[in-house]
Every structure is written in structure tokens, then in C-alpha cells.
């Protein structure tokens, strides 16, 4: 299993629990697809897009679950990242962590391989 990830506000991600579809945050519907984050790239994907903001969550996702809707493209630096072309059902998480900011301001992230 791959597992990725997304970093989600609390409230967008409440709304698509209740709604049973996550159809993408404000930058994803503006670029087309869901930007997701491997392990290694989630803790810079919080500092670049998602500095000083709290009350976050982290999702966690087998990339694998989406087939051929989640394709890996380049990115920043010409690494790849998993991109959904698609919605999904939050109910897919594997699991949802909170991602609390530090008194440094950098965020808490919980153990990802599990």
C-alpha cells in the first residue's frame, strides 16, 4: 500500500463529511484536480501552502484505492506528487489526524506510516 495524504481546514473537511463527497479545496478546484503529499513531501507541503494556519487536519489515503484517477505528476523541484482527478467519499481516509502548529509555528505532524 502507498499511503498519501492531504492537508484539509477542519470545516472544509466537516462539510465533506457530512456531504459524503470531499470535492477539493479552493486550490484544487482551481487547479483541476485534488493535490495530495506522500510522507516525504507532506511536511513541506504544510510549510509552503499552509504556514501559521491551525485547526487542520491530515488525512490519510492508499493511493492505490483511486486507480487510474490518481495520476503522479511533476512538481516543485521535479518531484512527483499524486494528483486526483476526481472526488472522493471522506469515509476513504484511512484515518484523520489533527496537525496542531507548534509555539515555533512550524506543524505537528503524527506518525505517518500507520
Do not use: C, N
Amino acid at each position: 500500500m502507498t499511503l498519501i495524504f492531504k492537508i484539509v481546514p477542519r470545516v472544509l473537511w466537516q462539510e465533506a463529511v457530512e456531504a459524503g463527497v470531499f470535492k477539493g479545496a479552493p486550490v484544487d478546484l482551481a487547479d483541476g484536480y485534488i493535490h495530495f503529499s506522500t510522507g516525504e513531501q507532506a511536511r513541506e507541503t504544510a510549510a509552503k501552502h499552509f504556514a501559521g494556519q491551525s485547526d487542520l487536519l491530515l488525512a490519510a489515503f492508499d493511493a492505490d484505492a483511486f486507480g487510474d484517477k490518481l495520476k503522479w505528476e511533476v512538481s516543485r523541484g521535479g518531484a512527483l506528487f499524486p494528483h486526483l482527478y476526481d472526488t472522493f467519499d471522506p469515509a476513504a481516509a484511512l484515518w484523520v489526524k489533527d496537525l496542531p502548529l507548534a509555539p515555533g509555528g512550524d506543524h505537528v505532524f503524527p506518525e505517518l506510516d500507520q
